[in-house]
């Protein structure tokens, strides 16, 4: 989440809010609102110049009453604990929402990957194991990768937990590579359930989707995958975005009779960032800063990064719009949200539109642990038939008791992270 706001508090006044519409006693209150266990460490170092430095590591664990925990681990320069805290709280709802058997944990180091060598960073990944091996694992809590972590730093990761355990515990971690115990599909996972749950929303709506239009936010892996779907399903995005280092601002690309996903992607870097010349070369119009949002269409999904739906930008988004599909996690702020919910646009809010992720990261846990993997085919199934259960759940639940989607979805996690621990006999 952004540095200038607190993610922890963020992530508590939200938890506060659905817990008095749940009623919930205090000690359930307290249980939920913390993390039950976190982890602080030191990670020596020695450096590629001989010097030694100590780099600071985290593990939360939010909660594991429904299962091992399970989240990624962060390498950046401003990594706090208190958003270590909050996304490992986020990650118990977002696995609760799709009823996947985890908890939720998440994990950081402060260090910044541009300035350290490979053999540096596998001191670190191998560090952080080394601290904590004996309070993660397949049955413990599961990590992945997350902000400038890869599937390299896993296998880092996994090479030193079985050393020190002697063993082969390929379920201990995911998002490592296909064939070293990676899951088919999990690239386009994430983006593939926004577009199921966007699927599922239109239908409610009656409404075709070779008969909408959307606008897109970001154009990184889980835009890329949105888009190649509701493409599929008929849809056209008129209008896509992306951030430029160099410039140091966003950049919206406009076509309205519809963007080409693989002409675009031939003039993508590995960031996401699309080269804005070549972009016009091909027919697109070139708009400095977030015009992605003012786009007149049905469909609105951000999916670059928190915080970008804001008080200040609410009221562009045009009377056209009737869904927004949380690809991002955490893009919109809460009067935003407000502003939103106000206006009765249907909202898939974060945790229930980008879980395909984390399903498919358990399906990766599940495959390695009978050591049987699955073809491409058969993940996506399974995908989509978790996340169009768990969005027609929220749904189901905002329609009956009249609740905005986003307080649905939490209503449900809650509730159900709430009976699994009374159901332990913790409170
Ligand atoms: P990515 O790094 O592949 O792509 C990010 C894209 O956003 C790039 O195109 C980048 O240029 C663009 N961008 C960054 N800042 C921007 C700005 N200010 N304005 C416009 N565009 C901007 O990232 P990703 O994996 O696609 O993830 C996107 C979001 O989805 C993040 O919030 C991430 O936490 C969330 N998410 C990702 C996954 C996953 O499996 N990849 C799962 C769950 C949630």
Known sequence: MSRTFNAFEMAQKQFDDVAEILNLDEATKDLLRNPIREYHFSIPVKMDDGTSKVFRGFRCQHNDARGPGKGGIRFHPQETIDTVRALSMWMTWKCAVVDIPLGGSKGGVICDPHNLSEREQEQICRGWVRQIARDIGPLQDVPAPDVMTSAQHMLWMLDEYETIHGGKYPGMITGKPVGMGGSLGRTEATGYGVIFTVREALKEMNIKPADTTAAFQGFGNVAQYAIKLYNQLGGKVISVSCWDQADNTSYTFVKTDGINVDDLLAI??????????????????????????????????????????????????????????????????????????????????????????????????????????????????????????????????????????????????????AQASRDRGWI
């Open 268 to 417: 993508t870097d590995r960031f996401g960032g699309i080269n804005k010349e070549k972009a016009k070369a091909l027919g697109y119009e070139v708009l400095a800063g977030d015009k992605w949002i003012e786009q007149e269409v049905d469909i609105l999904v951000p999916a670059a990064l928190e915080n970008q739906i804001t008080k200040d930008n609410v009221d562009k988004i045009s009377s056209k719009v009737k869904i927004i599909a949380e690809g991002a996690n955490g893009p919109t702020t809460p009067e935003a949200d407000a502003v939103i919910k106000e206006r009765g646009i249907h909202m898939i809010p974060d945790f229930l539109a980008n879980a395909g992720g984390v399903t498919c990261s358990y399906f990766e846990q599940v495959q390695c642990n009978m050591n049987y993997f699955w073809e491409k085919d058969e993940v996506f199934g399974k995908l989509d038939v978790k996340m169009t259960s768990a969005y027609l759940d929220v749904s189901r639940l905002a329609k009956e008791k009249n609740l905005y989607m986003r307080d649905a979805a939490y209503v449900i996690s809650i509730n159900k992270v």
